[in-house]
C-alpha cells in the first residue's frame, strides 16, 4: 500500500532548506575563494565555481 505523500509539508520543507542554503552560501564562497587564492588546487577551483552557480542560482531565483 502506497503512501499518499502530502504536498503540503514537502514543499515546506523545501522552502526551509532553500532558506538555510541562501544564508550560508555566500560565507561558504567568500571562506572557498580565500582558499582558493592561497592553495590552489583543481577541487578546490572546481568547488567554488559549483559555490558560484550555485549562489547565482539563489540570487536569480533560478532554484
Same mark, same amino acid.
Given at each position: =500500500?502506497?503512501?499518499? =505523500?502530502?504536498?503540503?509539508? #514537502?514543499? %515546506? &520543507? /523545501?522552502?526551509?532548506?532553500?532558506? !538555510?542554503?541562501?544564508? *550560508? /552560501?555566500?560565507?561558504f564562497?567568500? *571562506? ?5 587564492? $592561497?592553495?590552489?588546487t %583543481? *577541487?578546490?577551483? $572546481?568547488?567554488?565555481?559549483? *559555490? !558560484?552557480?550555485?549562489? $547565482?542560482? #539563489?540570487? #536569480?531565483? &533560478?532554484?
Open positions: =500500500m502506497k503512501r499518499k =505523500m502530502n504536498q503540503q509539508t #514537502f514543499q %515546506s &520543507w /523545501i522552502r526551509t532548506a532553500k532558506d !538555510i542554503g541562501k544564508q *550560508f /552560501i555566500i560565507p564562497v567568500v *571562506f572557498q575563494a580565500v582558499r582558493t587564492i $592561497l592553495l590552489p %583543481s *577541487f578546490d577551483v $572546481l568547488l567554488l565555481a559549483i *559555490f !558560484i552557480l550555485l549562489a $547565482l542560482a #539563489f540570487y #536569480f531565483d &533560478w532554484i
